[in-house]
């Protein structure tokens, strides 16, 4: 149980304990805030500037121009926190297992991290309440509290401050727990002590000979430890606003907002290899997993808005939310008899009162199917 708003997070000045005892008091603070893991790395620069040139020379980031135009920003956290010394890097459950029922046609399924409540909002908060205690109980110093706001390498200070390992999916995984986690960081300009050291040693790999992700992917997006953006799911049903190529709809399956194929695969979110019975807060525990399709078709903005409020999901325009559930639905088709469901892509195509983007995903998943169907 977190510790409520009216309840002092710390008592008495961080200045005048050491270092190691004022860490400790922070990450007890983190604790009793309810992250199911805090740790703490130096805000040193990410030595990772070769790799993350490459990759954006290559064009694997797509349309995400904000990590091109913020390369600098992104190595080192002195851009995001200036003067900032130490990152309390934390992890939040928001599922527990990979096992599920695949949702009956013609429904679409929407990536676990989406079926609770916005994960931005759930941890903001409290990571606000934590960055405010520093700067109360260590006058002169700041903190700034960072849920994905900030261009912040975070799997990287992450896997520094000993939360986890990264996979060649790219996510952070935490041996004997999984890769079902959403992440944060307050950065200070406190000087904090790096750790706990992890139970596992620290830096290492932790996939070994594995290739699940990779031979699962349904887009082969994953190369060992990076992804080639522009051709996962999750950015083309996310991040990418425009028309998406006919010939990777199928490969789109039933995925309506993100992809957990690579994680719904990986050895270590298996429930045997997890250790002990770890909670997911309630905020995360999922409201719905997917749509109807053809709820989804007739949607208007008003629908959209009061479907999403408080979801992760906000960030879906209409349309390309309208998109997306078209290459489901055309998926769908290629599986089973839904007239009704044709008929509706069928009025999508003619209506010219729906965006481009629409219209023009209507009329290509028609051409994908066959005549009659
Ligand atoms: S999210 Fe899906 S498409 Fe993207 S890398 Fe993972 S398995 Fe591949
Ligand atoms: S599926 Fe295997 S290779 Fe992929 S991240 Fe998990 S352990 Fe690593």
């Keep these: 149980m977190a510790t409520p708003p009216s309840q002092p997070l710390l008592e008495g000045s961080l200045l005048e304990r050491s270092r190691p005892a004022r860490t400790r008091l922070l990450l007890e603070a983190g604790e ?36 091109s135009d913020r390369v600098e920003a992104m190595l080192d956290p002195g851009s995001v926190l200036e003067g900032a010394r130490s990152i309390i890097c934390v992890a939040d459950r928001y599922a527990s297992a990979s096992e599920e029922s695949v949702p009956a046609a013609p429904r679409g399924r929407i990536a676990r991290y989406a079926r609770g409540r916005d994960y931005h909002d759930v941890l903001r908060r409290r990571l606000a309440r934590l960055a405010a205690a520093i700067e109360d109980h260590a006058p002169g110093h700041r903190a700034r509290g960072v849920v994905d706001t900030a261009p912040l390498m975070e799997r990287e200070h992450a896997l520094r401050a000993g939360l986890g390992l990264i996979g060649k999916n790219t996510l952070m995984i935490r041996p004997g727990e999984g890769s079902w986690m959403v992440l944060g960081e307050v950065l200070t300009t406190l000087e904090l002590e790096p750790g706990p050291e992890p139970e596992w040693g620290g830096r290492g790999d932790p996939c070994g000979s594995c290739t699940r992700c ?15 953006a522009t051709r996962c799911v999750s950015y083309q ?25 690579c994680q719904e695969v990986c050895p ?32 208007r903005e008003e629908d959209r808005r009061s479907a999403f409020t408080t979801s992760s999901l906000k960030r879906a325009k ?11 639905a055309g998926n769908a088709l290629e599986e089973g008899h839904h007239p009704e469901l044709r008929a509706r892509i069928g009025a999508l195509a003619e209506d010219e009162s729906e965006p481009a983007l629409v219209r023009d995903t209507a009329r290509a998943v028609l051409e994908r199917l066959p005549p009659g169907d």
């Design 32 to 67: 009793r805030l309810g992250f199911a893991h805090v740790g703490v790395c130096s805000a040193e620069p990410v030595d990772r500037r070769e790799q993350l040139s490459n990759w954006l020379a290559e064009g694997k980031h797509g349309e995400m121009h904000y990590l």
């Design 318 to 328: 209409l349309e390309t939310f309208k998109r997306n559930a078209l290459i489901c």
């Design 268 to 299: 270590h979110n298996l429930p045997q290899r997890r250790v002990g019975s770890l909670p997911v807060l309630d905020p995360y525990r999922p409201r719905r997993d997917g749509f109807d399709l053809l709820e989804v078709l007739d949607w």
């Design 214 to 228: 990779i031979d699962a992917c349904p887009t082969s997006a994953i190369e060992p430890f990076t992804i080639d």
């Design 237 to 261: 049903t996310i991040e990418h606003r425009g028309p998406i190529d006919p010939e990777g709809h199928r490969s789109i399956g039933d995925w309506l907002f993100g992809c957990d194929v």
